[in-house]
T-cell receptor, first 115, second 112 residues
């Protein structure tokens, strides 16, 4: 089945450690995105990528880094510089364009807890 | 600035109809999406409007007025499984970039 996978579903880390969240899609989508969701707030865009080996900062990129070495994969690293890393992280992908078929599809999410 | 407003919470009775409103102010507009999100899960696509008017899909309908910066999601014949958060998102930007700006979501509780 086509879709987006994120692993693990729950992740626990100590403060000061970097952690990498994985995101893989087999939908052949060009664009991929990372969002952060906090209680009572909407999804906020961290980074996005429209093509392999290229990515742009979203609204809250500080303390995060990404890579896009393959079309299918867009891992997110939460660095120790991120002041409030505990959150629910969602990865999404889409075709490029502005038509209906270009809706974003979301992965199941990773809940990161840093103590 | 860019802003999307939705009510924080709503309650409704099983079998009833509920309307969830969304108002937006964004620098660009290339369509408005509604997503459903159950607690701890990924958002799933419900509807898309880019032209003014009503789009109907089964028990769900979505309306858009671009001149008023306003949309609503209408859910009919409510079922317990409709208890979830409903996210309004506006697509902005240009050049093929599919950036979505999300509202905070409306948490709907359906009671027997």
């Amino acid at each position: 089945d086509g879709g987006i996978t994120q692993s693990p579903k729950y992740l626990f880390r100590k403060e000061g450690q970097n952690v990498t969240l994985s995101c893989e899609q087999n939908l052949n989508h060009d664009a991929m995105y990372w969002y952060r969701q906090d209680p009572g707030q909407g999804l906020r865009l961290i980074y996005y990528s429209q093509i392999v080996n290229d990515f742009q900062k979203g609204d809250i990129a500080e303390g995060y880094s990404v890579s896009r070495e393959k079309k299918e994969s867009f891992p997110l690293t939460v660095t120790s510089a991120q002041k409030n890393p505990t959150a629910f992280y969602l990865c999404a992908s889409s075709n490029l364009g502005t038509g209906l078929s270009y809706e974003q599809y979301f992965g199941p999410g990773t809940r990161l807890t840093v103590t | 600035g860019q802003n999307i407003d939705q009510p924080t919470e709503m309650t409704a009775t099983e079998g009833a109809i509920v309307q969830i409103n969304c108002t937006y102010q964004t620098s660009g507009f290339n369509g408005l999406f509604w997503y459903q999100q159950h607690a701890g899960e990924a958002p799933t696509f419900l509807s898309y409007n880019v032209l003014d008017g009503l789009e109907e899909k089964g028990r769900f309908s979505s309306f858009l007025s671009r001149s008023k910066g306003y949309s609503y999601l209408l859910l009919k014949e409510l079922q317990m499984k409709d208890s979830a958060s409903y996210l309004c998102a506006v697509r902005g930007g240009s050049g093929g970039y599919n950036k979505l700006i999300f509202g905070a979501g409306t948490r709907l509780a359906v009671h027997p």
